[in-house]
């Protein structure tokens, strides 16, 4: 097999291996054959191609157009010109597929299934990364690059495993990047001819007699140093701080571990589990709590509020977090002349439930809650930070059971514009039977609240639509208009559909995801389960807030205020705020020193009172945490710009003030003559003229002036150096040559005006003469590790003497 061959081949499998932490992702994962398939045909054109010989470009065209071609047949048949010709449809067809596959991606938990989407994403992408990985390693020959798309691949594997992708997905893409340098190592050692190896002295370190083989030297450095850096690359993840994931889940995805079957429940994101926690077996509990509402039927506990729809999914807006008040501030929107009950409620959570949103019922006015946790003001929730999560957490919520009447809901004013704007948005892609069917729904209500309930009553009741957590929907506006027509889904497709239909009507409302209240058990304490998992629409009524309806049938409880459809059309009479019930839970917290609960049960409690309870944020970055990141970011910055500042160095250092004048001994000399010399001939590297160690000063000279044509100054410059160089060789009492240093800044002002500017910016940014400190650090270990032979092959000698002299002084 040729060595170009043979570098294929390895290219093909190092992309396989590691797109083979993929696997995990998707079930089944019968997609990478076709992937494996794909791109052998990619490689097995490039090396006909190769072999004809045609230029790089045409090479890389004529496997762009193998790969299109193959991807057409796969994915695209119908639409293809005689079955495999792309054309316009074709193109429309990928596009279609691919929007799908993200809309899967974002929709499904991990596993995911098969479908056309994820199949095309999967196999277009393993081929784009293993087409580049080819057009670098064998097309241009530059196997180390090649690493960066393998290493992409990798992380985006790992980061759609939320970091689970596991030592052994590693340890295999790792293996198949050093079969692809060992294999390019071995293409160039091949052009070199035949490699003899000489005689070896008997038990000298490193040879093949004491080695007991003919394994040449430089292949056993090279792997010695991959399962080197192999190990260390393993090892010193677990030395160093883990990093946890965004704001809603951790890092463990769907979460394992745990003792008995409990296990891990986690989130990276509450939409992407919660089918899967639907669809549970056994019902595990989450946490427990003790209250003392008179009625849990309507408390339910809200981990996160989606509030930003923008046509494929719903998600939460990035805002500001900050430092958990005392006391809450009071909640937008709300009225003294609502009815208001004050509850208390302390909660444990389970230690196999992992959580970075903390469940609690809305609207909460205090939590009292050790651990690091931070306040999103507009949501009112809790996040963990640095790693905080929910296991395990023992906490109190003072929060208020919010009853309006039918008739105060009826009498709403509007909402104030900035919210209203916001949360009334609805994507343009949004389809048009959405709102027509919203209209048709709602025809005949007179205001915002009976248009709201009658929504709710199609969902729940009216509109014959069936609870399903097995449907395979998404929720994107493609998804709504799908499930409208097909009628069945689970608590996602129904909080979704109808938060979108009620902001196409202008009413403001958003998506709650968390749990419904649990069961009561034979203690008085409610339980939790998974399978209590839930989703919600809240709708916003000026003076009442946001408020919860409940679309989705034989799920929670229907909300109170909703079921009185026949309201006076005016607001009633103001309400007074009831006082908790007498059963108090086990640690009740003290009442607020700012509003006690005669105070409120006067009327005299407001807003404002509310607010000003609460304590100052205190909330910012952590100037620690800036600092490192920022630290962190200038190190990225640098490390292109590493071998420009080392090139500065070493010119630095060689053309100093002693280089220049100043130099009496002999040996100082032409110690700086010979540093000079180095210089213009590193310079002469940097601009594309490699060095050639066995030729003369004057016969380097000429060359470097030959091939990299500096001109005039700079050519007689060279000459001059050279001569000085000769001199600090042969003569014995060689004179200081003066001006040294200007001749080398000569030289190279030579060379930068003779390049064209892809070359000067090469020789700034990245020189060649930097190769230098690649062989300064190979030669540097192979001492050492020579060193370090000798040194064992003492020690056991010295051993083994010591165990034979042992017998015979022992009688």
């Not at 071995?186 to 070896?200: E, H, I």
């Not at 048009?432 to 729904?441: R, S």
């Given at each position: 097999?040729?060595?170009?061959?043979?570098l294929?081949?390895?290219?093909?499998?190092?992309?396989?291996?590691?797109?083979?932490?993929?696997?995990?992702?998707?079930?089944?994962a019968?997609?990478?054959?076709?992937?494996?398939?794909?791109?052998?045909?990619?490689?097995?054109?490039?090396?006909?191609?190769?072999?004809?010989?045609?230029?790089?470009?045409?090479?890389?065209?004529?496997?762009?157009?193998?790969?299109?071609?193959?991807?057409?047949?796969?994915?695209?048949?119908?639409?293809?010109?005689?079955?495999?010709?792309?054309?316009?449809?074709?193109?429309?067809?990928?596009?279609?597929?691919?929007?799908?596959?993200?809309?899967?991606?974002?929709?499904?938990?991990?596993?995911?299934?098969?479908?056309?989407?994820?199949?095309?994403?999967?196999?277009?992408?393993?081929?784009?990364?293993?087409?580049?990985?080819?057009?670098?390693?064998?097309?241009?020959?530059?196997?180390?690059?090649?690493?960066?798309?393998?290493?992409?691949?990798?992380?985006?594997?790992?980061?759609?495993?939320?970091?689970?992708?596991?030592?052994?997905?590693?340890?295999?893409?790792?293996?198949?990047?050093?079969?692809?340098?060992?294999?390019?190592?071995?293409d160039?050692?091949?052009?070199?001819?035949?490699?003899?190896?000489?005689?070896?002295?008997?038990?000298?370190?490193?040879?093949?007699?004491?080695?007991?083989?003919?394994?040449?030297?430089?292949?056993?450095?090279?792997?010695?140093?991959?399962?080197?850096?192999?190990?260390?690359?393993?090892?010193?993840?677990?030395?160093?701080?883990?990093?946890?994931?965004?704001?809603?889940?951790?890092?463990?995805?769907?979460?394992?571990?745990?003792?008995?079957?409990?296990?891990?429940?986690?989130?990276?994101?509450?939409?992407?589990?919660?089918?899967d926690?639907?669809?549970?077996?056994?019902?595990?509990?989450?946490?427990?709590?003790?209250?003392?509402?008179?009625?849990?039927?309507?408390?339910?506990?809200?981990l996160?509020?989606?509030?930003?729809?923008?046509?494929?999914?719903?998600?939460s807006?990035?805002?500001?977090?900050?430092?958990?008040?005392?006391?809450?501030?009071?909640?937008?929107?709300?009225s003294?002349?609502?009815?208001?009950?004050?509850?208390?409620?302390?909660?444990?959570?389970?230690?196999?439930?992992?959580?970075?949103?903390?469940?609690?019922?809305?609207?909460?006015?205090?939590?009292?809650?050790?651990?690091?946790?931070?306040?999103?003001?507009?949501?009112?929730?809790?996040?963990?930070?640095?790693?905080?999560?929910?296991?395990?957490?023992?906490y109190?919520?003072?929060?208020?059971?919010?009853?309006?009447?039918?008739?105060?809901?009826?009498?709403?004013?509007?909402?104030?514009?900035?919210?209203?704007?916001?949360?009334?948005?609805?994507?343009?892609?949004?389809?048009?039977?959405?709102?027509?069917?919203?209209?048709?729904?709602?025809?005949?209500?007179?205001?915002?609240?009976?248009?709201?309930?009658?929504?709710?009553?199609?969902?729940?009741?009216?509109?014959?639509?069936?609870?399903?957590?097995?449907?395979?929907?998404?929720?994107?506006?493609?998804?709504?208009?799908?499930?409208?027509?097909?009628?069945?889904?689970?608590?996602?497709?129904?909080?979704?559909?109808?938060?979108?239909?009620?902001?196409?009507?202008?009413?403001?409302?958003?998506?709650?995801?968390?749990?419904?209240?649990?069961?009561?058990?034979?203690?008085?304490?409610?339980?939790?389960?998974?399978?209590?998992?839930?989703?919600?629409?809240?709708?916003?009524?000026e003076?009442?807030?946001?408020?919860?309806?409940?679309?989705?049938?034989?799920r929670?409880?229907?909300?109170?205020?909703?079921?009185?459809?026949?309201?006076?059309?005016?607001?009633?009479?103001?309400?007074?705020?009831?006082?908790?019930?007498?059963?108090?839970?086990?640690?009740?917290?003290?009442?607020?020193?700012?509003?006690?609960?005669q105070?409120?049960?006067?009327?005299?409690?407001?807003?404002?009172?509310?607010?000003?309870?609460?304590?100052?944020?205190?909330?910012?970055?952590?100037?620690?945490?800036?600092?490192?990141?920022?630290?962190?970011?200038?190190?990225?910055?640098?490390?292109?710009?590493?071998?420009?500042?080392?090139?500065?160095?070493?010119?630095?250092?060689?053309l100093?003030?002693?280089?220049?004048?100043?130099?009496?001994?002999?040996?100082?000399?032409?110690?700086?003559?010979?540093?000079?010399?180095?210089?213009?001939?590193?310079?002469?590297?940097?601009?594309?003229?490699?060095?050639?160690?066995?030729?003369?000063?004057?016969?380097?000279?000429?060359?470097?002036?030959?091939?990299g044509?500096?001109?005039?100054?700079?050519?007689?410059?060279?000459?001059?150096?050279?001569?000085?160089?000769?001199?600090?060789?042969?003569?014995?009492?060689?004179?200081?040559?003066?001006?040294?240093?200007?001749?080398?800044?000569?030289?190279?002002?030579?060379f930068?005006?003779?390049?064209?500017?892809?070359?000067?910016?090469?020789a700034?940014?990245?020189p060649?003469?930097?190769?230098?400190?690649?062989?300064?650090?190979?030669?540097?270990?192979?001492?050492?590790?020579?060193?370090?032979?000798?040194?064992?092959?003492?020690?056991?000698?010295?051993?083994?003497?010591?165990l034979r002299?042992?017998?015979?002084?022992?009688?």
């Amino acid at each position: 097999m040729s060595g170009r061959a043979r570098l294929t081949l390895a290219a093909w499998g190092a992309t396989l291996m590691a797109a083979g932490a993929l696997l995990p992702l998707v079930k089944p994962a019968s997609w990478i054959f076709t992937a494996a398939f794909v791109l052998a045909l990619v490689s097995g054109v490039g090396t006909l191609a190769r072999r004809v010989p045609l230029a790089q470009p045409l090479t890389l065209l004529a496997q762009l157009a193998v790969t299109l071609l193959a991807l057409t047949v796969f994915f695209a048949r119908e639409q293809a010109i005689l079955g495999f010709l792309p054309g316009p449809q074709v193109f429309t067809h990928a596009a279609d597929l691919l929007a799908a596959g993200a809309e899967d991606v974002g929709r499904y938990a991990i596993p995911a299934p098969d479908t056309e989407g994820i199949r095309l994403m999967l196999v277009g992408g393993v081929v784009a990364i293993g087409l580049l990985v080819d057009t670098l390693a064998v097309t241009f020959r530059k196997a180390a690059p090649a690493g960066l798309p393998l290493l992409a691949l990798y992380s985006v594997a790992a980061g759609l495993s939320g970091g689970g992708a596991g030592w052994l997905w590693f340890l295999l893409a790792a293996s198949g990047y050093l079969l692809l340098l060992l294999a390019e190592g071995r293409d160039r050692l091949s052009q070199w001819g035949r490699v003899f190896g000489g005689a070896q002295r008997a038990g000298r370190p490193g040879s093949a007699a004491a080695a007991g083989g003919t394994t040449f030297a430089p292949a056993r450095t090279g792997r010695r140093i991959g399962a080197v850096a192999m190990g260390v690359a393993m090892v010193v993840p677990f030395a160093l701080p883990g990093f946890t994931g965004g704001l809603i889940g951790n890092g463990d995805g769907a979460g394992t571990g745990g003792e008995g079957l409990g296990g891990t429940i986690s989130a990276v994101n509450p939409l992407v589990s919660l089918q899967d926690n639907l669809r549970q077996q056994e019902d595990r509990e989450v946490l427990r709590y003790r209250t003392n509402a008179r009625d849990t039927s309507g408390m339910y506990l809200r981990l996160v509020a989606l509030d930003q729809f923008d046509g494929t999914s719903w998600k939460s807006s990035v805002r500001p977090i900050e430092a958990v008040p005392k006391q809450l501030p009071w909640p937008d929107g709300l009225s003294q002349s609502v009815r208001i009950t004050e509850v208390t409620s302390n909660f444990v959570a389970s230690e196999g439930y992992e959580q970075k949103w903390l469940p609690m019922p809305y609207p909460a006015g205090r939590v009292d809650i050790d651990g690091r946790w931070r306040y999103e003001p507009a949501g009112r929730m809790l996040v963990g930070d640095d790693k905080q999560t929910t296991k395990g957490t023992r906490y109190t919520v003072s929060s208020l059971d919010v009853q309006p009447t039918p008739g105060q809901l009826a009498a709403a004013g509007d909402a104030p514009e900035k919210l209203r704007r916001e949360y009334t948005r609805v994507p343009a892609s949004l389809p048009a039977d959405v709102k027509a069917t919203a209209l048709q729904i709602t025809k005949g209500a007179r205001n915002d609240y009976e248009q709201a309930v009658k929504l709710q009553d199609w969902f729940a009741r009216d509109g014959g639509f069936r609870y399903d957590v097995e449907v395979e929907s998404g929720t994107g506006v493609q998804a709504i208009s799908r499930f409208l027509k097909d009628k069945e889904g689970f608590c996602v497709h129904f909080s979704f559909s109808m938060a979108a239909m009620a902001r196409s009507l202008g009413i403001p409302a958003r998506v709650a995801v968390g749990f419904m209240p649990g069961t009561t058990q034979s203690d008085g304490s409610v339980s939790v389960g998974i399978r209590d998992a839930h989703a919600w629409p809240e709708l916003y009524f000026e003076g009442a807030g946001w408020t919860r309806f409940e679309p989705t049938p034989s799920r929670g409880s229907t909300p109170s205020y909703t079921q009185d459809q026949t309201p006076s059309g005016a607001a009633t009479g103001p309400a007074r705020p009831e006082q908790s019930a007498s059963a108090q839970p086990s640690a009740a917290p003290s009442a607020s020193e700012s509003c006690t609960p005669q105070q409120r049960r006067l009327g005299d409690c407001g807003p404002e009172e509310a607010v000003a309870g609460a304590e100052s944020s205190g909330g910012g970055p952590n100037p620690l945490t800036v600092v490192l990141i920022v630290v962190g970011a200038l190190a990225v910055l640098a490390v292109p710009l590493l071998p420009l500042l080392w090139r500065t160095r070493v010119r630095t250092r060689r053309l100093g003030p002693a280089g220049a004048t100043g130099a009496r001994g002999p040996e100082e000399t032409a110690a700086r003559t010979l540093a000079v010399w180095q210089e213009i001939i590193d310079t002469a590297w940097d601009y594309g003229v490699e060095p050639d160690e066995s030729q003369t000063p004057r016969r380097t000279a000429a060359r470097i002036v030959r091939l990299g044509e500096p001109g005039g100054e700079a050519a007689d410059a060279v000459h001059r150096v050279a001569r000085a160089v000769e001199e600090a060789l042969y003569a014995p009492n060689p004179r200081t040559a003066p001006g040294l240093a200007e001749e080398a800044a000569r030289v190279r002002a030579g060379f930068h005006a003779a390049a064209d500017r892809r070359t000067r910016l090469r020789a700034l940014l990245v020189p060649r003469s930097t190769a230098r400190l690649r062989w300064s650090a190979a030669a540097r270990w192979s001492e050492t590790m020579t060193k370090w032979s000798i040194r064992r092959e003492a020690a056991t000698s010295r051993a083994l003497t010591t165990l034979r002299r042992t017998p015979r002084e022992s009688p």
